[in-house]
């Protein structure tokens, strides 16, 4: 963990300054980006390191009071914040946020907004660079610079963030990606007893701008186009949904790289749902790993703990509300059946992930933009190559897989409703067949079997298990998943027996639960809270003989390894050639993991592994 900014100077919100245009000049500076500690880590990969190395800020310029001279903020990567480390002059370039394209003809650079008087000296424009000086005693807080044409259009503008305290940065055992220690533009981290500089600032989804005080400074009375938002980054869109006159749900990078529209300084991003599961992926935090709730303050979570805000939010009309008591926090996502912006909304001791107005100004907490490498536990099995067989017809969405009591076949369910028997196991997969057992009307996601019975238990979508009996033609439903009523197609995918037990996942939350045969609920768990990058649970299988439990998430294209209680995350192997891994099956005989797919043409792989 490395410090970024280390300041110990107060700081107010002004706002006659803060949302008065200035005319000004001066430049500003931040510390390098965070390194890149490794590209995404392959399950083999180094040891992880603690985190991004995030370097103290730059020293003084010789000459700060001359612009262009001093340090380049866009070296390492250019961006729509830049943080400020030490008093200077700094400069960066005049292009589109994360990006290298130009924002233009630039006439002159201004100040729009400080929420500290006098925080930037001057702001001048010259030979592509925005360039910068600060005082020489710092002043923390928060601005936003411009790029203006000949006629004052603004082209681009720039967030400026100089933090009092130092923003440390860790995965708290939350995530594989760092994440601040703070909200983005708060000038110190939040804590049990958090105040109003822990706040940070406040943004519409998917715009590139904050807004810095209680109220925004002015209002647009509906909705804008992308390009009116950047031409008015002080402008409020005030409206009952989306600020976005024609909704792009790409702006802040869902499912991609970052974007030139991410408010996020170098080397950081607004993060996706997948990034941080247990905040994003959860349906309440209270009670997930490090939670506590520190009344009227701030919530806090992971190991070692990092805290949240309660740090109000702007209403679709533009007002402050609900500081002390509610925060909403944004993601990358947005729910496109109704056009609004996902995060977590949390007020006191409860919480609820959805999809939220996006016209609403929320906070955003940013990540590191690389991920941080698993490395699989000493002793764990090498995966090795792969084989498969397609069938092109016959078996209809494969989604469950286990051994038969003596190992010479598979069982396998499908969506459809089918019970199939895979044999011919030895000859190559080539040489596998199958024969349709039983069919009728259920959405089966998951098969597997009691070893001393040979009796089938079946998880079947939403929320039930059925008992399938020799000669496997008639079923019984033996108990309800009340947990996963409400889950539709999001629900059970999974089962496997476990030491007399069931254990049943879904797909919703990556969640697990533990059943007794006669239908008693022992516990629940949420994968992600255990194992930071868990979507969902495809399949899961327990492999009695190395007490590990395997879990297929077709989501994040992997292959989670645990302990068989479920504490420890053990290994994890990458199945991203499998287009919808749904099935999981340990075969010791055979030195294999057999895996399915519910593609368009149903397939098993066999993977095989050393060590198994």
């Given at each position: 963990m490395k410090k970024i900014v280390a300041f110990l100077l107060t700081i107010s919100c002004l706002f006659l300054v803060c949302c008065g245009p200035q005319e000004q000049t001066g430049l500003v500076i931040g510390p390098p980006p965070p390194s890149d500690s490794g590209?995404?880590?392959?399950?083999?990969?180094?040891?992880?390191?603690?985190?991004?190395?995030?370097?103290?800020?730059?020293?003084?310029?010789?000459?700060?009071?001359?612009?262009?001279?001093?340090?380049?903020?866009?070296?390492?990567?250019t961006a729509n914040c830049y943080i400020i480390t030490a008093p200077g002059t700094y400069k960066f370039k005049t292009v589109k946020g994360n990006g290298s394209t130009s924002v233009g003809s630039v006439s002159k650079a201004d100040i729009l907004w400080e929420t500290t008087g006098g925080m930037i000296k001057?702001?001048?424009?010259?030979?592509?660079?925005?360039?910068?000086?600060t005082p020489e005693t710092l002043k923390p807080g928060n601005a936003l610079i411009a790029a203006k044409n000949s006629s004052g259009t603004i082209l681009w503008s720039w967030h400026i963030w100089i933090p009092k305290t130092a923003i440390e940065a860790d995965m708290y055992d939350l995530s594989w990606y760092t994440m601040m220690d703070r909200n983005l533009g708060a000038l110190e981290a939040a804590s049990a007893s958090a105040g109003q500089d822990s706040y940070g600032l406040l943004y519409q989804w998917g715009r590139k701008d904050p807004f810095p005080c209680r109220n925004a400074s002015?209002?647009?009375?509906?909705?804008?186009?992308?390009?009116?938002?950047?031409?008015?980054?002080?402008?409020?869109?005030?409206?009952?949904?989306?600020?976005?006159?024609?909704?792009?749900?790409?702006?802040?990078?869902?499912?991609g790289s970052k974007t030139i529209y991410d408010p996020c300084p170098p080397g950081y991003k607004v993060p996706q749902r997948e990034d941080v599961t247990i905040i994003f992926r959860t349906d309440n935090l209270s009670g997930e790993k490090g939670w506590e709730f520190s009344s009227g303050n701030a919530f806090a979570l992971g190991n070692p703990k990092v805290w949240f805000p309660y740090s109000g939010y702007l209403d679709v009309s533009g007002n402050f509300v609900e500081a002390g008591s509610q925060t909403k926090i944004w993601n990358s996502h947005m729910d496109t059946a109704n056009d609004q912006g996902y995060g977590i909304f949390v007020t006191g001791n409860s919480s609820n992930r959805s999809s939220q107005k996006a016209a609403q100004g929320g906070s955003v907490r940013c990540i590191s933009e690389k991920q941080q490498p698993f490395t699989n536990e000493p002793g764990m099995p090498v995966q090795g190559s792969y084989t498969r067989k397609v069938f092109d017809s016959g078996v209809e969405e494969l989604s469950g897989l286990c051994l038969s009591w003596d190992k010479t076949y598979l069982w396998g369910v499908g969506d459809q409703g089918e019970l199939y028997k895979f044999t011919n196991l030895d000859g190559g997969v080539d040489a596998i067949t199958y024969t349709s057992v039983w069919k009728?009307?259920?959405?089966?996601?998951?098969?597997?079997?009691?070893?001393?019975?040979?009796?089938?238990?079946?998880?079947?979508?939403?929320?039930?298990?059925?008992?399938?009996?020799?000669?496997?033609?008639?079923?019984?439903?033996?108990?309800?998943?009340?947990?996963?009523?409400?889950m539709g197609n999001s629900g059970v995918e999974g089962i496997t027996w476990h030491k007399g037990d069931l254990y049943v996942g879904a797909q919703s939350g990556a969640t697990l639960w533990c059943y007794t045969l006669d239908g008693t609920k022992k516990w629940k768990k949420q994968l992600g809270?255990?194992?930071?990058?868990?979507?969902?649970?495809?399949?899961?299988?327990?492999?009695?003989?190395?007490?590990?439990?395997?879990?297929?998430?077709?989501?994040?294209?992997?292959?989670?390894?645990?302990?068989?209680?479920?504490?420890?995350?053990?290994?994890?192997?990458?199945?991203?050639?499998?287009?919808?891994?749904?099935?999981?099956?340990?075969?010791h005989q055979r030195n294999c993991v057999w895996v399915g797919d519910d593609g368009t043409s149903s397939k098993i792989y066999k993977i095989t592994f050393t060590g198994l």
């Open positions: 590209e995404t880590g392959t399950p083999d990969g180094p040891d992880s390191p603690d985190g991004p190395d995030t370097p103290d800020g730059p020293d003084h310029p010789e000459s700060p009071d001359t612009p262009g001279q001093g340090a380049d903020l866009s070296t390492s990567g001057e702001v001048v424009y010259g030979a592509n660079y925005i360039n910068i000086a002015s209002k647009n009375g509906g909705t804008m186009s992308l390009a009116q938002s950047i031409a008015n980054p002080t402008t409020f869109a005030d409206n009952s949904g989306t600020w976005m006159s024609s909704v792009d749900k790409t702006v802040w990078g869902d499912g009728y009307s259920a959405d089966m996601e998951g098969v597997t079997i009691d070893p001393g019975s040979t009796m089938l238990y079946l998880g079947i979508e939403s929320d039930r298990v059925y008992r399938v009996p020799s000669p496997y033609n008639s079923k019984t439903t033996i108990f309800v998943i009340d947990d996963a009523a409400n809270s255990i194992a930071p990058g868990v979507e969902e649970v495809g399949d899961l299988y327990y492999d009695s003989e190395t007490d590990l439990l395997w879990v297929a998430d077709s989501e994040a294209h992997k292959l989670f390894v645990f302990d068989g209680d479920v504490t420890k995350l053990k290994a994890i192997y990458d199945v991203s050639f499998i287009g919808n891994a749904e099935s999981v099956c340990v075969d």
